[in-house]
């Protein structure tokens, strides 16, 4: 399975960005696409999670900015991030797997290989 991230770059605080995610693979059947980010000094954390069915998860720091979707037919994934702010900066990775915890994090078996996700104040 192979997933590649794009629509990284460099935005204002108060900007928005969508980051897309296209996965393919004879074998790629998930459940369950995601994104994680991962900033300076800081652990991976879970930032949005959808399942092929449209039911979406989020972390508390995104609830409200940020939504996630699912076009399953393409097998793609898109975070649509509003008003972002400096917190935001980040690699976001998007990732695919066959369930979900209870915080609502996806139990991610694939991932994409990141993209960096600047916002300036």
């Known amino acids: 399975v192979q997933l590649r991230a794009s629509g990284g770059g460099l935005v204002q605080a108060g900007d928005s960005l969508r980051l897309s995610c296209g996965a393919s693979?004879?074998?790629?059947?998930?459940?369950?696409m995601g994104w994680f980010r991962q900033s300076p000094g800081k652990e991976r954390e879970f930032v949005a999670t959808i399942s092929f069915g449209g039911k979406a998860w989020y972390a508390d720091s995104v609830k409200g900015r940020f939504i996630i979707s699912v076009d399953s037919a393409k097998n793609t994934v898109s975070l649509q991030m509003n008003s972002m702010n400096t917190d935001d900066t980040a690699v976001y990775y998007c990732?695919?797997?066959?369930?979900?915890?209870?915080?609502?994090?996806?139990?991610?078996?694939?991932w994409g290989q990141g993209t960096l996700v600047t916002v300036s104040s």
């Open positions: 990732a695919a797997g066959p369930a979900v915890r209870g915080t609502g994090a996806l139990v991610a078996t694939s």
């Open positions: 693979g004879p074998t790629f059947s998930p459940t369950y």
